[in-house]
């Protein structure tokens, strides 16, 4: 076991997102299913407890917990991308399998769980400061999610 693992608390369908993750971001995994020994509140032996999973080098554990809680926006995995091809691969993933767009490059999946698919070239904008930064994340505020287009345009002006 890692030493800092990232554990997601899920409604009973961890196996799923963890498949799901895999098939979707490079260098993502699922790993050991483990299963409870005895009953528990909630749940009888044999049903899964948690998931070893990998999303993107990030190993994680999915908690199979029931509807107690509920991902937030306060957590987030961010998937930083190279272009537009590869923005919409990972969007449309994740919209097309249940999930709901949002503002500024982030969704969710279908579990909750809130992505921010974000373009390298905003995020070297973001950090060269001054007025670059400024046109392109005025340019990022009016999108959903991120054409890189007009986020070079904007960088250009």
Known sequence: MQKNTICLWYNNDAVEAAHFYANTFPDSSVGKVFQAPSDFPGGKAGDVLTV???VCGVPCIGLDGGDVFKHSEAFSFQIATDDQAETDLYWNAIIDNGGTASECGWCKD?????????????TDAM??????AKRAFEAMMTM???DVAKIKAAIEQ
């Open 52 to 54: 070893e999973f990998t």
């Open 110 to 122: 279908k579990w909750g769980l809130s992505w921010q698919i974000t373009p390298r070239v905003l």
């Open 144 to 146: 959903k999610k991120i």
């Open 127 to 132: 950090a060269r400061g001054g007025d670059i």
